[in-house]
């Protein structure tokens, strides 16, 4: 069975018992076991070219965002197209995605 999680990540998961059996029914259920798997490729990569620029690829409904300095403000990267291609001659630079576009 393949579920997709709501924006926020959550996923429910509901069990129950049904019986034919017409009269009362005490059922204990003294263990629940799910394997969840994660998606295929992870929300955020980055794949090199050698030589060339670095093609930073996302996931999702989510805003890249980067700055070169972890304690300094986060800006949103203008995309034209995907996936994002930044040139490894750059400073460095830090990348996460943000909610929403």
Do not use: C
Not at 3 to 19: E, V
Not at 27 to 37: E, P, Q, S, V
Not at 45 to 55: A, H, K, M, V
Not at 82 to 99: C, D, G, N, T, V
């Amino acid at each position: 069975m393949q579920a997709t999680t709501a924006a926020d990540g959550s996923l429910w998961l509901i069990f129950g018992t049904d019986s034919g059996f017409e009269g009362r029914s005490e059922l204990y259920f003294t263990r629940l076991t799910a394997w969840i798997d994660t998606p295929e490729k992870p929300l955020l990569w980055i794949e090199t070219g050698t030589p060339g620029p670095w093609r930073i690829v996302w996931n999702g409904n989510h805003t890249l965002q980067t700055t070169d300095d972890l304690a300094a403000k986060w800006n949103p990267v203008s995309i034209t197209a995907r996936p994002h291609i930044h040139e490894a001659a750059e400073p460095k630079r830090f990348w996460r995605l943000a909610p929403g576009r």
